[in-house]
């Protein structure tokens, strides 16, 4: 009889967490499910086959016990050895899986512990023991080792809105990563997040401004079975009432963020760009916004436009177009890793396709490594699919793109190691391209915080290191974080 009580009490707390109105709510709910279902003793017991409890607690004590001697020399050794973001397996999913808030204790302490001592090494004073040197030589190569974390917004279509609902979330809590990128709708997020400063992020985010100048014309359309669709022209419009009219390499000078934005080729035998203040610091942020929106069939293609030597706009790679970024390269894993040293990803995903694939593996009834193994078959069947559609539909050039585009689409992985994705199972196909009310869109935005609010204990632990590196190595004044780019004088 207990156990069906209990039963009922977890239940009744499950409905609490989806239904929760704010973080406060959710979490309270979240640690009281975790208290009734044994997770929260789960948490404080150490050991554990998932993950190597006694190295991490080695680490911590001897750290610890640097602290305790004031060591500091022995305590830079001991950081010398490595620090890194999966110690021991602490980074696994399954950690962070099990309890509703939080994971192993332990691996909160060690954490914790890490970010002190680089507290203190960067505290103490110069010496001749430990110079100036020594202590930026290390923060920098401690910072490559470790890696940084990165914000992959997907394509969602109108559904878009959705991402402001997590980046509100990441941002009120002080985890939005510095590295953020962004594809089809998910571009709009990442450029707003790319040219609109701390103080100005606010009035976006909390809706005080208005975000399209049509909005009051939607809202007071009569209603009607069939929903108006969104057009290029009403995107240009919006996008021009949003973002600022600014170059990469000038977004990045105002606002710190290195946001890329994804754009596929209209033409056969060009490659996918990632465009940001690296690849392309004087292309137009909105022009490659237009580019990564243009869903192929719906918007036209778009050329990109750059500023030139005098300051002035003129048209980038005039020859080609582009179209909607998530065709090629939805969340641009590898290319993030290779250009900013990132190797932690936070994926926000609302596109259609990639939420039914998720779903789909969810349920299937096997293990997880024969969904690899699948998984794998499947991307190899797409890609012989490719080269037998090129060979053999040449003289249909039409069909022969239409179905490069699929293979693209459909051999993409979709997920990160955390991965924000909305609790609705089915998307109303009006919806994808239509022109939503503004109920509809704050309804995505809650969406968007409630699917953030259990991911975010796991967000805070992985990402807190990374944080402070960037924090420490930002504080030192020989050191300037804008050495990736050239400083437009």
């Known amino acids: 009889m207990l156990s069906i009580t209990s039963g009922f009490s977890l239940t009744r ?9 704010c973080y406060a709510d959710w979490k309270n709910a979240a640690l009281e499910h975790d208290t009734k279902s044994g997770f929260e003793a789960w948490k404080s017991k150490e050991e554990s ?15 610890k016990e640097f602290r305790r001697q004031q060591d500091d020399i022995g305590l830079l050794f001991a950081l010398n050895e490595g620090i890194h973001g999966n110690q021991g397996g602490m980074g696994k999913s399954i950690l962070y899986n099990k309890a509703k808030f939080g994971t192993k204790l332990l691996i909160e302490e060690y954490v914790d512990e890490i970010v002190s001592a680089l507290e203190h090494i960067s505290s103490i004073p110069d010496s001749s023991e430990i110079t100036k040197e020594d202590k930026l030589d290390f923060f920098e190569r401690a910072s490559h080792c470790f890696g940084r974390s990165a914000l992959m917004l997907s394509g969602a279509g109108s559904l878009g809105h959705f991402h402001r609902g997590v980046i509100k979330t990441l941002f009120e809590h002080k985890v939005l990563p510095t590295v953020i990128s962004g594809s089809s709708a998910g571009a709009v997020s990442a450029a707003i997040l790319g040219t609109y400063t701390e103080d100005e992020l606010p009035s976006v985010l909390y809706g005080d401004k208005e975000l399209d100048p049509q909005q009051s014309q939607i809202d007071n359309r009569p209603k009607s079975l069939i929903r108006k669709q969104s057009d290029s022209t009403s995107l240009k419009a919006m996008l021009e009432a949003i973002l600022p009219d600014m170059t990469f390499q000038e977004a990045y000078e105002k606002t710190g963020r290195m946001i890329s934005i994804t754009i596929a080729p209209f033409e056969e035998h060009q490659s996918s760009r990632l465009m940001n203040a690296i690849t392309s610091p004087n292309v137009y942020i909105r022009t490659a916004v237009m580019a990564s929106c243009a869903v192929p069939g719906v918007y036209p293609p778009v050329m990109l436009m750059a500023k030139n030597v005098y300051g002035e706009a003129q048209p980038h790679l005039p020859d080609r177009r582009w179209v909607d970024g998530a065709v090629t390269d939805d969340l641009p894993a590898k290319r993030l890793a290779r250009l900013y040293g990132v190797n932690h990803y936070i994926v926000s995903q609302a596109n259609p396709l990639a939420l039914a694939i998720m779903k789909g593996e969810q349920y299937m009834p096997v293990s997880e490594g024969a969904k690899k193994v699948f998984r794998l078959s499947t991307h190899e069947i797409l890609k012989s699919g490719e080269k037998f559609s090129r060979r053999y539909l040449r003289k249909i050039p039409e069909v022969g793109k239409a179905m490069n585009m699929f293979y693209s689409v459909m051999a993409q992985d979709y997920k990160g190691d955390v991965n924000i994705a909305p609790n609705f199972n089915f998307v109303d196909p009006q919806k994808l391209l239509g022109q939503l009310t503004s109920t509809e869109i704050q309804e995505l935005v809650i969406e968007g915080e409630r699917s953030t609010w259990p991911q975010l204990e796991q967000i805070k632990i992985c990402s807190k290191i990374g944080l402070k590196l960037d924090e420490i190595l930002d504080h030192h004044s020989d050191h300037n974080i804008k050495r990736l780019y050239k400083k437009r004088r």
Request: hydrophobic fraction near 35%; aromatic fraction near 8%; charged fraction near 45%.
């Open 49 to 63: 086959k998932s993950y190597d409890y006694v190295n991490i607690r080695t680490r911590i004590d001897a750290l």
């Open 13 to 21: 707390l499950e409905r609490e967490m989806r239904r929760a109105d």
